[in-house]
């Protein structure tokens, strides 16, 4: 059965307890509760049942008898990987509507994809996204393999996504397991492996859930459970229809669960952007190197991002040295959390001359055209940090017109 058919009945699945499903399940936790040596079993036909009712209407889902486009749950499930729904909505209809398919995105310059991929973050994802749809029209003839094996060949598709498009877009006996599921699974079985060592666990606990038929809609279902009445905070649990069968539920204890390791503590890094302005209003910028972090994405020109970093030094790395005077210390920081490290940037700002022709590797682009290039969260921090000292009249001024004022304040 196919994702479009999830209006109708979970015939195949009556509600109640499956025999077989999974004999292993008292084993990972012990028990379902504390104290009572009761084995959960939450039925997928209540989950499903629940589904129908209250399934999450999102664009890249397939309605009614429709089938679900491989293309649409792909471009989705790697937009939504650390992003919010509402986030990706914009992103998602954008890039639908300027690459309808795989062929037309694996035919788009990787610098258009970055563009509009800008501001959503983790860029990484928009490079292997381009990537993905070039090998699948170089080894698949622009169509999606079926099996998650041969799914996560592809650049950018691991497990998770793998899993999705296969049980999703072909209706194959996967199962997904996000950060949702995780908590969802950790929770009915009170798993007290700490994350990320419980993964393995918790993977073949949703295993063994998953339904044979209707495996794509039990996959958005445990999806939506979890973003939507098992969250992280305060579970609805009331509403669950897993409510009879939770054992963190009967030990009353959900926000316990997943257990986690403490974090290990990211060591700040810190580093000075420079801001430089041309009477045109053109702004100084360059491309990051194309491997690494934020690869080939545009940036203002900025010191390295080190725990040692100097500010007393950050002038000596500036770019156009001969205006060094010129700059200016714009009040502030910028803080940025990366996946793996905070960032913490200092801005200078400068106005040089309309004759400055930009340092090798860099070039002017229009402030009001900023929004077209692949300029990352970070980047438009700093340029939003220094665009309002732009109201200050001492950046706007040329460095020739404060000049002539100092000179003017000199002969009064
Ligand atoms: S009963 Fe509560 S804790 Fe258990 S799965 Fe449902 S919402 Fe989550």
Not at 80 to 99: C, E, G, I, S
Not at 256 to 262: H, K, Q, V
């Amino acid at each position: 059965m196919r994702l479009g058919d999830s209006r109708s009945p979970p015939s195949g699945l009556a509600p109640k307890r499956r025999e077989s499903a999974s004999p292993t399940r008292g084993e990972a936790t012990g028990v379902c509760g504390t104290t009572e040596p009761t084995i959960c079993d939450p039925d997928p036909a209540l989950l499903l049942a629940w589904y129908d009712r209250h399934r999450r209407k999102l664009p890249w889902r397939a309605r009614g008898s429709e089938r679900a486009d491989p293309y649409r749950v792909w471009l989705s499930e790697i937009m939504l990987q650390q992003t919010r729904v509402n986030a990706v909505l914009p992103y998602y209809a954008k890039f639908l509507a300027r690459w309808p398919s795989v062929g037309a995105l694996a035919a788009a310059p990787l610098e258009e994809v970055l563009k509009v991929w800008a501001g959503l973050g983790y860029y990484a994802r928009a490079r292997n996204l381009h990537a993905c749809a070039r090998a699948l029209i170089e080894r698949h003839g622009g169509e999606f393999p079926h099996e998650e094996s041969e799914l996560q060949t592809l650049p950018g598709i691991g497990a998770y996504t793998a899993a999705a498009i296969a049980a999703i877009a072909f209706g194959r006996r996967a199962t997904p397991v996000d950060g949702n599921v995780e908590r969802v699974i950790a929770r009915l079985f009170r798993v007290e492996t700490r994350l990320p060592a419980a993964k393995d666990e918790i993977r073949r606990l949703a295993r063994t859930l998953t339904p044979d038929i209707r495996p794509g809609d039990f996959a958005q279902a445990m999806m939506d459970l979890g973003a939507t009445i098992c969250t992280p905070v305060s579970p609805g649990c009331a509403l669950c229809p897993w409510m009879a069968d939770c054992g963190a539920r009967a030990a009353g204890d959900p926000q316990d669960f997943p257990r986690r390791e403490a974090k290990r503590v990211t060591k700040l890094r810190r580093g000075a952007a420079f801001f430089v302005l041309r009477p045109d209003r053109g702004i100084l910028v360059r491309a990051r190197p194309a491997r690494g972090l934020l690869g080939g994405m545009t940036e203002l020109p900025t010191t390295e991002w080190s725990e040692d970093f100097e500010e007393s030094r950050a002038l000596l790395e500036a770019p156009l040295s001969s205006s060094r005077k010129c700059w200016r210390r714009v009040p502030g920081l910028v803080m940025h959390v990366f996946t793996h490290f905070p960032l913490e940037l200092v801005v200078y700002a400068t106005q040089v001359r309309l004759d400055t022709p930009p340092p090798p590797g860099m070039r002017f682009v229009p402030l009001d055209r900023l929004h077209e290039e692949a300029l990352p969260n970070v980047m438009r921090k700093v340029v939003a940090l220094a665009a309002r000292e732009l109201g200050n009249a001492a950046l706007s001024a040329s460095p020739s017109r404060r000049a002539a004022l100092r000179a003017r304040r000199r002969s009064e």
